[in-house]
Every structure is written in C-alpha cells, then in structure tokens.
C-alpha cells in the first residue's frame, strides 16, 4: 500500500490563480481530512470528509472547495489564491472512528506570491 | 471535544525517559485522549491513544489519570530521532472531525 499520497510536493502560485491539492490513499478508508499549517503553528482543520459524496467543514474553511466523488480522492480546490493561503498542506484518512489511527500524507507546500 | 492544555517545549537527555504531560479537565466520559506526533515538516504520526485504562504499544506508554482530567505520554528510552512535536488531542467516539492544538516540542538533547 502506498498510503495517502499528495500531489504535487510543491507549488508556487500567483495571487488570483487557481488551482487543485491531490490527495489519494488506497486503504479504502471512509474519513479524510485536509488541514493546514503555517510556519511555526499547529494544524488546522480545514475540511472533513466520511464517506463518498460527504463533506464537512472544519475550522478554517473560507478559500477552499472539496469533493469527495470516491472513496479513494479528497481533492481540495483554491480558487483565487491569496498570500495568506501560503502554508503546508496535509491530507489524512483513517478507516473508522474508534480505536483507528489516522495517516497522513507527506504534505504540499505552498507559496502565494 | 475537551480542550487540551500542554506545555509549549520540554528537553529530555537521550536515554532517559520522556514524560509529556497533557491536561483536559473538561473530558467526558466518551472522549479518548489520542496523542500523535510530528518530526521536522512532515506529516503527523499516530502514537498510542486510550479511555480509562493506561496503554502501552511499541512506541509509548499512555497514562491516564483516575478522574480522566489529564494524561501523560511516556517515552521510555527517548533517543534523538524522537525530537518532534507531541500533540494531544482529546475527541467524542462519534465526532466526525479532528483538530489538533499547538502541542509540545520535545527536543531529546545528547
């Protein structure tokens, strides 16, 4: 298994761009999750996802999109990107709620310029 | 979900054992104390998590306090490779979401 797999590792976009975090894990998990972390920080949720065609927000919504249409994709769409979204972006699953371990991708990260 | 309380930064030697405390007097009695943590920029690792009882895997032990108000995560033997972030985090069996705090940085020193 390869585990959550994001993509790409790094991107620089320019102010008003838009453009699509991967996020795919092939252990047939329900939960995935986007967070995000700026310098220094711990993670913020961003938005959440139980099962196919299921999304939930988190704590820092506001920029973001995400779809869930499979069990295996979670993509999460900036449009109109701003300075402020400049951070490092983490993709997580997990299986089911209790006594489960959630994993996580390596990250995406990102700078707005 | 509680909200957690953990120091900022804690020092450890190598070889000595890691006591990372974590408060949550706020707990209820369907919330597990799950506690991860993260090495330099990459993405967070599940440690160990628990209820009532203490636990112990490969990597930690967990001790919970009887009144469930607060927990510590014990390192035996912590070795350099252990420097990372320890996040604390306490959820509700049947909550959806997950939310980290600001957690500690464990530096193991030679």
């Known amino acids: ?113 | 979900d509680a909200k957690t309380t953990q120091p900022t930064s804690m020092d450890c030697a190598e070889g000595r054992a890691a006591n990372l405390p974590c408060n949550h007097s706020t707990i209820s009695g369907n919330e597990y104390v799950y506690w991860y943590r993260q090495i330099h920029s990459q993405g967070p690792q599940y440690i160990i998590h628990g209820l009532k009882n203490n636990e112990t895997n490969e990597m930690a032990s967990l001790i919970i306090t009887e009144d469930r108000k607060s927990s510590t995560l014990i390192l035996p033997h912590a070795t350099l490779r252990d420097t990372a972030v320890y996040y604390c985090i306490v959820r509700v069996y049947n909550n959806n979401d997950m939310r980290f705090g600001a957690g500690t940085r464990l530096t193991v020193k030679p």
Not at chain 1, 22 to 50: A, E, F
Not at chain 1, 64 to 72: I, W
Not at chain 1, 74 to 86: G, H, I, K, N, W
Request: aromatic share 12%.
């Open chain 1, 1 to 113: 298994n390869a585990g959550v797999t994001q993509t790409p590792k790094f991107r620089i976009l320019k102010i008003g761009q838009s453009m699509t975090l991967q996020c795919t894990q092939d252990m047939n998990h329900n939960y995935m999750y986007w967070y995000r972390q700026d310098p220094g920080m711990g993670l913020k949720l961003i938005y959440y996802s139980v099962g196919a065609g299921i999304t939930d927000k988190g704590e820092v919504p506001n920029g973001y999109n995400v779809s869930r249409s499979t069990t295996e994709d979670f993509p999460l769409r900036l449009e109109l990107a701003a300075p402020s979204q400049t951070s490092v972006y983490f993709c997580a699953s997990r299986v089911r709620d209790l006594g489960t371990e959630a994993f996580f991708g390596q990250g995406t990260r990102l700078t707005v310029v």
